[in-house]
């Protein structure tokens, strides 16, 4: 009685009299001596005291057919099947028939009946209570008064299909039989005036369980929506009973004398007696006084509440057919009650501030999630008026995915109400919507809030999912002073560079953060030293070059023991040395250790390695005053010079930067400039040294001696021992003219003619010794041209006898035939022409005469160059072009590779005077 009470109630149906359409709109008039009522298929089936079946279309239609001679009792019309099974007699006395129709088959003009056999099984007359059909038409079940029920197992449709047997007996008569599929599984309900029961019909034996000691009267029970979880509803005069086919569920609390019960998507429909009544027997009909008033309630079982309740005043039956409940009055009017909408419902639970029972209605009629939403807001918006902020925010959080998160947010941004909005901030990163401003937000509360535990159960919470956007966490994590969380965060979800700014920037953990660089795979491990390696090389130089070494030469991450035992070894990867030099900028001695490192394992390293390292090892040398020490500097410089990966330009710049003497001088001589080496001696004033580089490539370049006597002549220091020394090397190869001698010492002050005597006589001595050759040379060969000239004559002007006995090539005897030459040889004619290469020229004689010839054209040749070059110098206003381009042609050259004649000079070098004497006078003419 107090739970219902307690249940609301509401006019959620509207009630309207039935109008007739055809007949002007007058009431609808109901069949007279209605006697049973079923719906189903879209039609409205009645049974009247005359034997006749209405059928009743939603158009208000009415059509009959005469089904038993007598009365019907009661009708059941399936709702999977065209198939109608009646109860009624076609004779005086107890003698029910049942008959099965066929509604969409005709047998003149009427359904087709497919099958009549009577009820009783037996020759025991009794009245038939109550009738229930399986939808699988394999099933019948029929109560009587007496307590027994009779089950028609098999096609009910046909007579030799099936089969008939007593289920049930008793003493008190049946009220209420309900089948109930679960699967393969059947079961039947049966309720009588005392006893509730379930028969289990799948199974052999069907056996049977009492769920309960008291009934219920006739028409008082019904079974709920068909489903796997389908109740038996069993209404008693003080409570309503839900059973389960093994057990009794819940019971509802609604007084009052029971005459109908029916179920119907979701609603339980009760038709009470009015308490004011005379109290009927049980087992009465539902026929009342004129005076007498019945309650039609319905409930919502689910919500709990009432979803109507009114009087009316003697009811037939209620049916639920086209969405709608019809009440039959015995009157022969018909009632309809319509449901509401749903929005409609809403409001006006709306309107009554009753938001909890709205959203179990809205769930009942699945709304869908906008409508449910929708509820959801305007609920919370009603407990935040009201000042239930605790309330409110957990219907806020239900709107999560409907609703703007804003609108909330700028409702809960007060500092008292913290709390509220760290909660929906919650469960909205939990449902991963929240976008980064919505994390900045959440770590704020955590912050203000103080609430480390908090905190920490929202960045460990997910091991496998992320529901906020970690960068933005690590941000604000950071702006709080969280170092440690937000260090997690960045370890946990691999942000290598939050986690290394943090600890390098913030809690200055250097060797922390190195052990992680150590850890990261190649390329992210080379980008992090490149960044942070400065900052690292400053505090921890040790640990950062060890770790450098292995970057450039076989990099492979740090890994805990398990992983290394369980991994095999990858290939590893290999950063350029050179450009992690700038990193120890300041620490020369880690960046030493890491260059030779480097040269070590891989020889061929790039140029900037030796060239890093070389400035290192010269700067350690030019520093060291130890002179063991610094000789080993100097050879480890040296070594490295020595090597073809070492750049010449820089490393020359590198030695005279620091002066070694030895490097650079090693440079000179590696890259061929001799005259570099002889002015770096000449800079230092290494006078030994300058004439020792003369002897050493003086072969090369011979100019080296010039300008070594060029050297000394311009010291006014006593450089007379050089001078000498060099005098006597060019005196002896005959590199300079002796008059060019004289006028470069002429400008040193303290050479005496004592300095150049010596030269000059030998010079002296040689000039003279030559003009005596080749006094005798022209003796000689004015004698021999004297004696030509009287053989030549001699030729032409007597005859020539032969005489030679042998042959001038061979030596042999001389046999005919033979060739003579005037010259005096004689030759086998097969030996000259094996041999000749011309029949007028003597074989032996040919090459002599050749070289002579080409000597006669070469001195033509140089006479007409002479001629040509003079009338040019004469001719030109620009001599000195003149001569620039006969040098350009190589015409000089050219003259100085003529042979000498033997016994004297060539005509080259009386050219070469000739030339120059032109140019000088040419020179003074024009000055």
């Known amino acids: ?100 129709w066929n509604m969409d088959k005709r047998d003149s003009g009427n359904p087709l009946c497919t099958r009549i056999f009577p009820a009783i099984p037996g020759n025991k007359p009794t009245e038939v209570s109550c009738l229930s059909v399986h939808e699988n038409l394999n099933f019948m079940a029929i109560g009587f008064t007496d307590g027994s029920v009779v089950l028609t197992k098999g096609d009910i449709t046909r007579d030799r299909h099936s089969k008939t047997l007593t289920l049930h007996e008793g003493s008190s008569p049946i009220t209420g039989l309900a089948f109930r599929q679960a699967g393969k599984v059947t079961h039947l309900f049966v309720a009588t005036l005392e006893k509730v029961q379930c028969y289990t019909l799948s199974v052999k034996e069907y056996p049977r369980v009492e769920l309960d000691t008291h009934g219920c009267a006739l028409h008082c029970s019904a079974l709920t929506d068909p489903s796997q979880d389908s109740q038996f509803i069993v209404a008693g005069d003080e409570c309503v009973y839900l059973y389960q086919p093994d057990e009794r569920g819940p019971c509802f609390a609604f007084e009052g004398h029971k005459l109908l019960a029916h179920w119907h998507r979701g609603y339980l429909l009760l038709l009470t007696r009015d308490t004011k009544s005379p109290n009927k027997p049980e087992f009465a009909s539902r026929e009342t006084s004129p005076t007498e008033k019945q309650i039609l309630t319905v409930y919502d079982l689910d919500n709990k509440f009432i979803a109507y309740s009114a009087a009316f005043d003697d009811i037939i039956d209620v049916l639920a057919e086209w969405g709608s409940f019809y009440v039959l009055t015995r009157d022969g009017k018909m009632y309809v009650l319509q449901e509401k909408d749903t929005q409609t419902k809403l409001e006006m639970l709306f309107k009554k501030n009753l938001f909890v029972m709205a959203i179990n209605l809205a769930k009942s009629q699945h709304l869908d999630s906008d409508g449910l939403s929708e509820i959801f807001r305007q609920y919370g918006d009603h407990l935040y008026i009201k000042g239930d902020h605790d309330g409110a925010i957990q219907q806020y959080i239900r709107t999560i995915g409907k609703l703007e998160p804003s609108y909330v947010i700028r409702k809960f941004l007060d500092a008292q109400r913290i709390h509220n909005l760290t909660a929906y901030l919650q469960a909205l990163h939990r449902q991963s919507l929240a976008n980064a401003d919505h994390t900045t937000l959440l770590l704020n509360c955590y912050t ?74 190649f390329e992210q491990a080379e980008s992090n030293m490149k960044r942070y390696g400065k900052t690292l090389m400053h505090h921890v130089p040790d640990g950062t070059t060890l770790l450098l070494k292995g970057l450039c030469t076989d990099y492979q991450p740090r890994r805990d023991s398990a992983d290394r035992d369980s991994l095999e070894r990858a290939p590893g990867n290999k950063a350029s040395s050179e450009m992690f030099i700038p990193i120890f900028a300041n620490n020369p001695r880690e960046l030493r250790a890491f260059l030779e490192h480097m040269i070590e394992v891989d020889p061929l390293s790039s140029q900037g390695v030796y060239d890093t390292l070389l400035e290192l090892r010269l700067q350690d040398w030019a520093h060291e005053q130890d002179v063991e020490k610094k000789k080993v500097l100097q050879e480890a410089a040296l070594s490295l010079l020595k090597s073809d990966n070492t750049v010449f330009d820089k490393a020359l710049v590198l030695c005279q930067m620091h002066n070694f003497k030895e490097g650079v001088l090693y440079l000179y001589e590696k890259g061929k400039l001799y005259q570099q080496i002889m002015h770096y001696h000449m800079q230092n004033e290494e006078y030994g040294q ?154 032996t004689c040919t090459p002599e005469n050749r070289k002579v010839m080409d000597m006669l054209r070469a001195q033509d040749q140089k006479r007409d160059l002479h001629d040509h070059f003079a009338r040019q110098l004469r001719c030109s206003n620009d001599g000195f072009s003149v001569v620039a381009d006969y040098f350009g042609r190589g015409v000089f050259n050219k003259l100085t590779m003529i042979t000498d004649p033997p016994g004297g000079k060539t005509g080259a070098g009386g050219l070469e005077a000739d030339l120059q004497r032109d140019l000088l006078m040419h020179t003074k003419r024009n000055a």
């Not at 107090?2 to 009630?15: G, H, N, P, S």
């Not at 007058?26 to 006749?52: H, T, W």
């Not at 470069?744 to 003279?768: C, F």
């Not at 001699?794 to 006898?801: D, F, H, Y």
């Open 448 to 521: 203000k809030l103080k609430d480390s535990s908090k905190l920490e159960e929202f960045i460990k919470s997910s091991e496998s999912e992320v529901h906020f956007d970690v960068e933005t966490a690590i941000r604000v994590l950071r702006q709080a002073g969280y170092h440690s969380h937000a260090v997690f965060l960045a370890e946990k979800h691999a942000h290598h560079e939050w986690y290394l700014k943090i600890q390098l920037e913030d809690l200055k953990n250097y060797q922390e953060a190195l052990r992680y660089i150590g850890r990261l795979p």
């Open 1 to 100: 009685m107090a739970a219902f009470l307690q249940w609301r109630r509401f006019v959620f149906f509207d009630k309207e009299i039935v109008k007739d359409p055809s007949d002007n709109g007058k009431n609808f008039v109901v069949p007279v001596g209605i006697s049973a009522c079923d719906s189903g298929r879209g039609y409205i089936v009645l049974g009247d005291m005359e034997g006749q079946i209405w059928s009743m279309a939603r158009s208000l239609k009415l059509t009959s057919f005469q089904a038993y001679k007598l009365r019907v009792t009661h009708v059941y019309q399936l709702k999977q099947h065209s198939i109608l099974v009646s109860v009624g007699q076609d004779e005086p006395g107890i003698n029910p028939l049942v008959k099965v």
């Open 690 to 843: 300058v004439v020792e580089a003369c002897k050493r490539y003086g072969e090369q370049e011979a100019c080296l001696w010039e300008q070594a006597l060029g050297y000394f002549a311009r010291k006014e220091e006593d450089c007379k021992p050089y001078i000498s020394e060099v005098l006597q090397h060019i005196e002896r190869h005959n590199l300079m003219p002796p008059l060019l001698v004289v006028q470069t010492l002429a400008h040193n002050s303290t050479a005496t003619l004592s300095v150049i005597k010596d030269y000059l006589i030998n010079k002296l001595q040689r000039e003279s010794q030559q003009i005596e050759d080749d006094e005798r040379k022209i003796g000689q060969y004015q004698q021999e041209t004297t004696q030509l000239r009287s053989e030549i004559q001699e030729l032409r002007t007597s005859a020539k006898i032969f005489q030679k006995t042998k042959c001038s090539m061979c030596n042999s005897p001389l046999e005919l035939p033979s060739v003579h030459f005037l010259c005096g040889h004689s030759f086998h004619q097969h030996c000259f022409e094996s041999y000749a290469e011309s029949e007028a020229e003597c074989p």
